[in-house]
């Protein structure tokens, strides 16, 4: 337990002693986490800091826009915005294998972030957003798929490679710690009650094969879904909500017309810590309002499903 404003006072002194003059860097995801630590970090040593954010191609739609809006613009942080889709998606062409498409991001991610965090050769820490629920993780035993997670979240086998110190000021805090932190940081409610978004992005919600014409598709998809929930107030009941696409083609009618188009699931889960999870019950109303702004709004997706499988049997994500 322990007083908002002096932890804030006393988080920023620890920062300032460790680091002193010194600059650092930090991989911004526009995830809640790294997100709390730029503004922690902006406030206690401003010019210092220097975001790296990676646009890997598969993220949700006006991503990197919000981050540089937040950041760079209202807040006066150093961002480096880079757009590396053209890199990911020639990486991945041809590749359906889940697995492999997650070490090919995790691989391309870290490549993209060394480059780029070289160019910066003043750094000498590496600031990363670790929580203490994951510094409990990688200190049992876990699943490699847990690990890899972390690892990739968290850019792991950076630090040694780039000779950069560890600079973790969340290390401490449980994940309802850290929104508060955020919200005292002055950071908006809707940024820090974010759903979780997994490292390889709408690369796992995209069924085999990633193409940018499938990526464009469901960021559309997933953008009016995720309107819809946070119009209705439903956003903040679900834990984590999001469009899958399943690169099929489905026969419709449309006007006097017949369409052959793409396909795309929608799924909503409820969950305490997302080892299990249960569907979300909707509103019909609400679903049939996001399906009818899908099929009406985007050209290219003529089908609409909602996912009723808990976890067990399936995993939140569909691959
Ligand atoms: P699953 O699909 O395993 O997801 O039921 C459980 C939670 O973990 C997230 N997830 C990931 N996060 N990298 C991440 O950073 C990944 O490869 C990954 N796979 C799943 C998922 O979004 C859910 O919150």
Redesign the pocket.
């Given at each position: 337990d322990w007083n908002m404003p002096d932890y804030i006072e006393e988080a920023i002194a620890k920062v300032q002693a460790q680091v002193g003059s010194d600059e650092v860097i930090l991989g911004l995801s526009g995830g809640v986490d790294s997100s709390v630590v730029a503004a922690l970090l902006h406030k206690a040593i401003g010019t210092q800091l220097t975001c790296v954010f990676v646009d890997t191609g598969l993220l949700r739609l006006n991503e990197g826009q919000m981050v540089m809006d937040m950041f760079a613009r209202n807040l006066g942080v150093k961002v480096v915005h880079v757009d590396a889709t053209d890199r990911f998606m020639a990486k991945l062409a041809g590749v359906s294998d889940p697995e492999r498409k997650?070490k090919i991001i995790g691989g391309e991610f870290v490549a993209v972030f060394q480059e780029e965090s070289a160019k910066l050769k003043n750094a000498k820490w590496l600031a990363q957003g670790t929580i203490y629920p994951d510094v409990i993780e990688s200190a049992g035993a876990k699943t490699k798929k847990a690990h890899?997670?972390k690892s990739?979240?968290n850019v792991g086998g950076l630090p040694e490679d780039m000779h950069l110190q560890l600079l973790e000021p969340l290390r401490e805090l449980f994940k309802d710690e850290v929104r508060e932190l955020g919200i005292a940081l002055g950071l908006p409610h809707e940024m820090v009650y974010r759903h979780?978004f997994?490292?390889?992005g709408l690369g796992?919600r995209i069924l085999g094969e990633i193409k940018k014409e499938y990526a464009d598709l469901l960021r559309q998809a997933d953008h009016i879904f995720i309107e819809e929930l946070r119009a209705s107030g439903w956003y903040d009941k679900v834990s984590?909500a999001f469009a899958v696409f399943l690169p099929v083609k489905a026969v419709g009618v449309m006007g006097d017309g017949r369409t052959y188009d793409y396909v795309v699931a929608l799924r909503a889960v409820q969950t305490q810590d997302?080892m299990t999870a249960h569907w979300a019950e909707l509103p019909y109303a609400l679903l049939a309002k996001v399906s009818n702004r899908i099929i009406n709004e985007i050209r290219g997706i003529n089908r609409v499903t909602y996912d009723i499988t808990g976890?067990p049997p399936g995993?939140?994500?569909w691959e």
């Open positions: 997650r890899a997670i990739h979240h979780p997994p490292g390889p796992v984590q997302f976890k995993t939140i994500e």
